[in-house]
């Protein structure tokens, strides 16, 4: 649990950021070679892996910053520094999903074979990023009398104080987002139709995320209900839709 991998000349390497790093070259490495089996050319994985990356980026952030406006009040600027932390999952699957869907489209792409080539690709940077989340000490759970102690200079020793025990959340998604890469290769067996691997992805994880913020730690204005987070709202109505396209499309010759 190490924020600060090494620092040169100035510049501050952390472990976040390399495991984000490599999160995103194994997924491209990932996709590139399930690409060659879905007919999809290696030039089109990698346009679309910058598109999802500069999305992700763009849309986990904006999400971020919508939910703590009170943080940034009078400081709007710091709402551009995503290195001081403060991404949300949602806020960059949505934008880069839209603009994903816009570019297909504007390429005259098949949206479902370029789905099926990325959705492992999502999971495995899911279970490889948030190690990432763990070593940063960010995105931790309530306390726990059977949890972990973070140090004095990670953000939960900032929001909870020194010394207290908490659930590694991080740790959790971590191992869930391997269990969802291995259930997705699994089922590509026995899917139904074009692009069902994504919405495979978003019932699994959908579901997860909603489960796992009732023991995450989240500050008081990501509450919309008592108990009850944005997150797990965005969860809810992620699941819905998922497992209507699910049923529907199935249904289909």
């Known amino acids: 649990m190490f924020r600060v991998l090494f620092q040169f000349g100035g510049v501050t390497i952390t472990t976040y950021g390399v495991m984000l790093a490599i999160a995103f070259i194994a997924g491209i490495i990932l996709a590139e070679r399930r690409g060659i089996r879905y007919g999809v050319p290696k030039d089109t994985v990698g346009n679309l892996s ?20 009170s943080d940034y009040s009078g400081e709007w600027q710091r709402a551009f520094y995503v290195w001081e932390g403060g991404l949300t ?61 973070f140090p004095l200079d990670s953000p939960c020793a900032w929001e909870l104080g020194v010394g207290v025990r908490v659930h590694p959340t991080q740790l959790y998604s971590s191992f869930a987002g391997f269990c969802i890469f291995g259930i997705l290769l699994l089922l590509e067996k026995k899917k139904k139709f074009s692009g069902e691997l994504l919405v495979w992805f978003f019932l699994l994880y959908s579901l997860w995320r909603f489960s796992i913020d009732f023991i995450r730690y989240y500050s008081p204005s990501a509450y919309i209900f008592p108990n009850i987070t944005n997150n797990q709202v965005v969860s809810a109505v992620v699941f819905i839709l998922s497992l209507i396209v699910m049923i529907h499309w199935r249904k289909k010759p």
Do not use: Q
């Not at 999952?89 to 990325?118: E, H, N, P, Q």
């Not at 690709?121 to 960010?138: D, Q, T, V």
């Open 50 to 69: 910058l598109l999802i990356l500069l999305g992700a980026i763009a849309g986990s952030r904006a999400f971020y910053v919508l939910t703590h406006l």
């Open 89 to 149: 999952f949602y806020g960059g699957v949505i934008l880069a999903f839209l603009l994903c869907v816009i570019w297909v489209r504007k390429k005259g792409l098949s949206f479902g074979k370029l789905a099926d080539t990325i959705a492992p690709s999502l999971a495995l940077g899911i279970g490889i990023g948030r190690i990432g989340c763990f070593l940063n000490g960010c995105c931790f759970g309530k306390p726990s009398n059977f949890g972990v102690v």
